[in-house]
């Protein structure tokens, strides 16, 4: 594993006082990332996991559905993870939703979204209380072990409806870690997420729901805001939504019905 951490001297300023001291830094490195040997990406990231970074990229972004698709991944140099696969994939001509929803409208990111996802997360039964939901950013930060020594990460969760911590994964980007946390499922063939609740440290943005909505997980809850068009893909997807997770309070913004004792259904 890569080291997630450096020391460095920094000039601490108290009031009037000034002292020197050693800081400790998340450490932050571009991966590349190759599919049969052809560059497809390159992202800053937090190392340790990059396989599983790695795998996490090409199920979000609909290059692969599952391990069935993969022959091989390997750590081929410094800051380069290579993917093979056991079919040819015209990886040139894909387009990566990450990329691919800027400049256009939000309805066709969507439908690109929704078409390209292997799973309807519409159908899953799973039910929340407000009480595990609510206790969900909690248990996730006293999970968070490079956080705790540099207040620098993002975190993604992965949580079963009791509450239980599933997995956990921390990077400098918000996305890398939910594509680590996926990636390990696609290690352990846990693929769909059905069932599962995903809790991020941040805010929920279209791209978070869209990685959800690709691993098949129908419950997202994040401690920060939603955008508009997060919203909107949960919405139209039958996933659950939650924002402003904090305390003993929340906003549900698209599929309420999954909440115990809500008697408001989502308009999915």
């Not at 049969?36 to 990229?57: C, H, K, W």
């Amino acid at each position: 594993m890569g080291r997630m951490t450096q020391r460095r001297q920094v000039v601490r300023v108290a009031g009037a006082t000034q002292s020197q001291r050693a800081d400790t830094l998340a450490v932050e490195e571009p991966l590349e990332i190759r599919v049969n040997g052809q560059p497809v990406s390159v992202t800053m990231r937090t190392p340790g996991y990059d396989i599983e970074l790695a795998l996490g990229f090409l199920v979000t972004e609909g290059v692969v559905r599952d391990l069935d698709a993969v022959s091989g991944a390997t750590n081929c140099a410094d800051n380069v993870v290579d993917v093979s696969l056991r079919a040819e994939v015209d990886v040139a001509a894909r387009n990566f939703y990450t990329s691919s929803s800027c400049g256009l409208c939000g309805k066709a990111s969507i439908d690109a979204v929704c078409t390209a996802s292997s799973y309807d997360v519409s159908t899953d039964p799973v039910v929340v209380t407000a009480p595990v939901l609510t206790a969900l950013p909690e248990r996730l930060r006293a999970e968070q072990r490079v956080f705790d020594r540099t207040g620098g990460l993002h975190a993604a969760g992965l949580f079963r409806p009791n509450g239980d911590l599933v997995c956990l994964r921390e990077d400098v980007g918000r996305h890398n870690a939910v594509d680590k946390l996926v990636g390990w499922a696609v290690q352990q063939r846990a693929l769909p997420l059905c069932g599962h609740m995903l809790q991020v440290s941040g805010r929920a943005s279209f791209e978070l729901v869209q990685k959800a909505l690709m691993a098949g997980v129908p419950v997202l809850s994040a401690v920060s805001a939603p955008s508009s068009l997060a919203v909107q893909l949960a919405d139209e997807a039958g996933m659950t939504l939650a924002g402003f997770v904090r305390g003993e309070s929340f906003n549900v913004y698209a599929g309420g019905h999954r909440l115990a004792g809500d008697r408001h259904q989502s308009s999915c």
